[in-house]
């Protein structure tokens, strides 16, 4: 797999919320077809998509490029699973049909691919720092959703916290997540989502990640830093989705979004930021996807 995103959660495009559209539905369509649509939620689906990501380079870059981003996520037999780019989870509490409270616990897993590619980074000062070893991140999430919150009896709000540590001893240290969705359907077409998150990572993280050494100093020019832990950045998006055929709960959908994260504290001052990068970041994706 290439260097599809750089951080967990946003560095997996949070398109994802609007992939788990499929059991959404306005109740401006007709009792009968609601109804029909009802007695679907809660089972088996999988949808497949692939999306075109305009992302940063690295974490903290001002430069920009696209790569492919697809995503797989479902529900077998109440268990509700992902596959976003970089990051799987699979919720481990099963789902049941008609439930408005949905508690979730599960394993998660990341890979990150920041700075593991010299040749995916345009600036040379950052280049000259070399490149990193790609990172596996495991761990494990909770959280808890509620249907029928605000707009309908089918949106959706839900909050989760995760935490992953590095076990590959590249940054050998920890990530907390907390994370915060809401997704209501417009009709029988079409969904919006929302989203934000954010991390705090252990000193190991911004030793890799943040941090220049004496030695690296003299190969890319810039000064030696040291960051520290602490809070490392926040995002917030926003989605939309549209069923090209069939509805949200079977057929082809449109799924397009984007986000603002910014990096925070000893991260955001970073010369590989502040110098050669920009501590505001943004990515967007379109694409299309598939439910069944």
């Known amino acids: 797999m290439s260097k599809l995103f750089h951080r967990g959660f946003a560095a997996a495009l949070p398109v994802a919320v609007l992939l788990a559209a499929a059991p959404a539905f306005a109740q401006t369509e007709g009792a009968a077809a609601n109804a029909d649509l009802a007695a679907k939620l809660g089972g088996d689906n999988v949808t497949v998509g692939v999306a075109g990501a305009y992302l940063p380079d690295y974490e903290g870059s001002n430069d920009y490029r696209f790569t492919p981003a697809p995503a797989v996520i479902g529900q077998f ?63 494990g999430y909770v959280g808890i959703g509620k249907t029928g919150i605000i707009t309908s009896p089918y949106d959706k709000l839900s909050v989760s916290v995760s935490y992953r540590h ?55 020019g810039l000064p030696t830093y040291n960051a520290r832990s602490g809070w490392k950045d926040y995002q917030v998006g926003g989605f939309f989705t549209y069923s090209l055929t069939g509805d949200l709960l079977h057929g082809v959908k449109l799924v397009a979004g984007g986000s603002y994260s910014r990096l925070l504290n000893s991260y955001s001052y970073s010369p590989i930021v502040r110098t050669a990068g920009n501590p505001n970041q943004w990515i967007g994706a379109a694409g299309l996807a598939y439910t069944f």
């Not at 991390?199 to 003299?218: D, L, W």
């Open 166 to 220: 590095d076990v590959s001893n590249v940054h050998d240290s920890g990530i907390w997540q907390p994370s915060i969705n809401y997704l209501t359907p417009l009709s029988r077409k079409a969904a919006v989502g929302l989203v934000a998150s954010a991390e705090h990572v252990e000193r190991g993280y911004g030793q890799t990640y943040f941090s220049i050494s004496p030695t690296q100093s003299m190969l890319s």
């Open 77 to 139: 037999k109440g268990f509700a699973f992902s596959l976003i780019g970089n990051r799987a989870s699979i919720d481990l509490i099963p789902n049941r049909p008609g439930q408005t409270l949905d508690f979730q616990a599960g394993p998660i897993g990341v890979i990150n691919f920041n700075r593991t590619s010299r040749k995916n980074i345009d600036d040379p000062r950052v280049r000259a720092l070399g490149k990193i070893d790609t990172a596996i991140e495991l761990g």
